[in-house]
Structures are given as structure tokens and as C-alpha cells.
């Protein structure tokens, strides 16, 4: 075991022993050590039909059979750990990830770190840290030197960034290829002051150059990251916004409109409107020059823009933009395999929810869940369903007596064929 890793088992053990062995919070007793007393995790209060849908997902990732479907399955249970961990549930997560029968408890467990060091849960975060450590050592040989090792390592790097142990973030993330950093590398990015800002975009300049997919990706997220951080600096800005556009001409046009998205969030909440709308009018141009193949890439796309001009008060151009996805999804969607239906149509359920419209949105989800259960095999049929529960909890989407029947019963209904 690494010393770095060494310190954090030591530490997680000394600060609460049973833990190695539960995910649960640690009864407390008079008699134990000052350094045991560690806050336990709590779930904040959520509606009742929030948690009713996360049941359900719970529920349903847990009803696949472990063989041959041991992947699926942990992936599944991980979406809703991450589910809940978002909502603010970290009990509830940390229960979920203990679940999960392979490498993906251990990104779990680095996530649910990161949120406690964010929280200023120091000693938990360690503990937690631990556990993921724990699940990368119980991996097979293999497993832990590829892309699964890789992953639990920088999202435990992102946790110590988080808890401030810089060093050590940089021993854990210099282990791990840089198709896994993205992460780890916003994370140490959050922290920078403006002279690190200035001094980052020589190595984004470096990286442009260099052309790495995954490593360009990870710049070009950071750039705009910095860019909505240090909006108010011009200097710094128009330098930021520069490496941005010289960076992704390499890139695909997914990841240049999400960039784009990203730095109009950045000057809308800078205060800066007009330049928000005029980077959502550089988005759609792009999308509208690129000719689409595939809905399940274009839809999602056209959705993150329609929430971004909501946001900016353009929201007669955001339904509009919410029409032309799904009258792109009616013409096209006979042509595109079923298991990408409601993964296509599902970003726009959930843009029409941001929007506030609820009405609306209960109108596609109901589609989504329809178009989700098209597959005569179970396994695709529950990944939609899941996702579907998940994105309505997160959302705040209640359903309606309707919608909720077709759950229930759906719910009911996974078995062989898987």
C-alpha cells in the first residue's frame, strides 16, 4: 500500500474502528476516544415522492441478477448513490455505495469523501476515503491497473484536493492516466488564485498543441470554469476566452456547444447578460452548421442550450428550441435503435423541468418511460428506468397519478429475458 494511502486506513481506523467493516454511521458510546466522536452522515429532508422514486430505483438496479449482469448492476446502484448524494441524501449513498459488489463502491465512497471535505467533515471524509481505498484493493490485479483503478484513484485525488492535502492529491492523481484527471484537476483548478489563473494558460496553451483528446477536455472545462471565476478581470477573461477558442477546434462540436453553455453560465452569473445570450447565439449556430446522424447526440445538446436561454430570460426561444428536439425526435427516431430513445428524449423532460415548466415536463417524461420500455429485454428496460426515477427525484418532477401507475407497474414487471 502507498504511504499516502497507509496515512489515510491509519487514520480512518484510529478515528472509527467498526467503519472498515460497515457503511453505516458508527454507534457512539461515553467510553470511546475523543477522535471517534466523527459527525455522522445525515440525510436532509426531501419530499416524500422524491424518496418514493429513488425507492423505486434502489429497488429496481437492485433486482438485476448479479450474473451475468454484476456490471449493469453496480452501475445502476452507483447512478443512484450519485443520485442521492446530490440531493444531499449522504446516509442514504453511503448505504448505496456499500451495496455495490464491485470497483464502483470505491467511486462511490471518493465522491461521498469529497461532499464531507466540502462540508468541512474532515474526519469523515478520511474514513470515507478509506473505504475507497478498501474497494481498489479488492479488485482484481488487473482491474486495478486499467481504467477502474484509474478512476477510484482521481476521484480520491479530487477529495484530497478538497481537504486540502495538495501533495498528497498529487501523488494519488500522478498514478492515474490522464483520461480519468478531469476531475482531479478541476478540483485543484477551484482553488487557484488569479496569478495561478494567468500561470494555468501557459499549460493550456502546451496542451492545445499537444492535442490529447482527454487532456484538451479536461483544459477546456478548467478554461471555462476560470473564465465564469474570474469574469470580472478582463485581462484575465479575454485571455481565458482565447485558449478556449484556440483549444477546441480540435474537438468535437459536443464538446465545443458545452463549453460554450458553460461560459455563458459564467457571465450570466457574473451579471453579464447580453454577452450570456450572445455565446447561446454562437451555440446554436453551431449546432445548426453540423449535420446530425444520431438524435440520442443532438438531442441532449439542444436541450442544455434551451435551459441556458431560459435562464437568460429567452424563453420563447427555449421552447422553441424544446419543439425543434422533439419534432427532430418524430422524424428521425424510427432510424436510430430503441435503446437510445429515452435517453434521447429525457434531456428534454428535464430541460422543460429547469424551465419550470412541470406540465411540459411530465408530458415527455411520460414519453421517456413509454419509449424506455420498448426493448423486449429487461436490463436496457430497467438502465432506462432507473435513469428516469433518478432524473425525476433530482428535478423535483412529482408525477402524476397516471405517471405513477405506469411506475408501479412497470417496476414490477423486470424478469427473464434479461
Known amino acids: 500500500m502507498k ?4 496515512l489515510l486506513v491509519l487514520s480512518a481506523l484510529l478515528a472509527a474502528p467498526a467503519f472498515a467493516q460497515s457503511s453505516q454511521p458508527v454507534p457512539m458510546s461515553d467510553e470511546q476516544p475523543a477522535e471517534a466522536q466523527i459527525k455522522p452522515l445525515r440525510d436532509k429532508p426531501l419530499e416524500s415522492f422524491q424518496l418514493k422514486l429513488l425507492g423505486l ?7 438485476v441478477p448479479m450474473q451475468p449482469h454484476v456490471k ?7 447512478a443512484v448513490g450519485e443520485t442521492q448524494l446530490r440531493l444531499g441524501l449522504l446516509h442514504s449513498a453511503s448505504t448505496q455505495f456499500a451495496a455495490v459488489e464491485n470497483w464502483r463502491s470505491g467511486t462511490g465512497f471518493a465522491d ?5 471535505a466540502a462540508d468541512g467533515q474532515v474526519e469523515q471524509a478520511m474514513r470515507l476515503l478509506a473505504l475507497a481505498e478498501v474497494a481498489l484493493s479488492e479488485t482484481t490485479k488487473d482491474q486495478a491497473q486499467d481504467w477502474r483503478g484509474d478512476r477510484v484513484r ?6 484530497l484536493f478538497a481537504l486540502n492535502m495538495k501533495e498528497q492529491a498529487r501523488v494519488m492523481a500522478g498514478e492515474v492516466e490522464s483520461s480519468e ?28 498543441k499537444a492535442g490529447v483528446f482527454d487532456q484538451v477536455q479536461a483544459c477546456l472545462k478548467i478554461c471555462a470554469d476560470l473564465y465564469g471565476r ?8 479575454t485571455s481565458l476566452e482565447e485558449r478556449i477558442r484556440s483549444a477546441w477546434n480540435v474537438m468535437p462540436v459536443s464538446i465545443r456547444v458545452e463549453t460554450i453553455v458553460s461560459m455563458s453560465k459564467g457571465a450570466l452569473e457574473a451579471g453579464d447578460q447580453p454577452s450570456s445570450r450572445t455565446l447561446l447565439d454562437d451555440a446554436e449556430g453551431l449546432l445548426s452548421k453540423y449535420e446530425w446522424k444520431q438524435i440520442q447526440d443532438y438531442l441532449p445538446l439542444l436541450a442544455k442550450v434551451a435551459t441556458q436561454r431560459a435562464m437568460v430570460g429567452n424563453e420563447v426561444q427555449a421552447q422553441e428550441l424544446i419543439g425543434l428536439a422533439l419534432a427532430a425526435y418524430e422524424k428521425d427516431a424510427f432510424r436510430t435503435a430503441d435503446i437510445y430513445h429515452a435517453r434521447s428524449l429525457r434531456p428534454l423532460a428535464e430541460s422543460l423541468a429547469k424551465m419550470g415548466d412541470e406540465k411540459g415536463a411530465l408530458v415527455v417524461y411520460a414519453r421517456v418511460l413509454k419509449a424506455g420500455m420498448s426493448n423486449p429485454n429487461s436490463v436496457p428496460r430497467t438502465v432506462d428506468f432507473v435513469a428516469t426515477c433518478c432524473s425525476m427525484a433530482e428535478l423535483a ?22
Open 154 to 159: 482521481a476521484r480520491m485525488s479530487r477529495a
Open 230 to 237: 474570474f469574469y470580472a478581470d478582463v485581462e484575465l477573461r
Open 72 to 78: 449493469t448492476r453496480s452501475r445502476l446502484q452507483e
Open 112 to 116: 461521498l469523501a469529497f461532499e464531507c
Open 181 to 208: 484527471l478531469g476531475p482531479a484537476l478541476q478540483e485543484r483548478a477551484r482553488g487557484f488564485t488569479r496569478e495561478e489563473g494567468i500561470a494555468y494558460l501557459a499549460e493550456a496553451e502546451q496542451i492545445a
Open 57 to 63: 430505483a434502489s429497488q429496481s438496479a437492485a433486482a
Open 397 to 418: 418532477v412529482e408525477p402524476n397519478q397516471e405517471l405513477w401507475d405506469s411506475l408501479l407497474k412497470i417496476s414490477k414487471g423486470f424478469s427473464a429475458p434479461w
Open 3 to 6: 504511504p499516502i494511502l497507509q
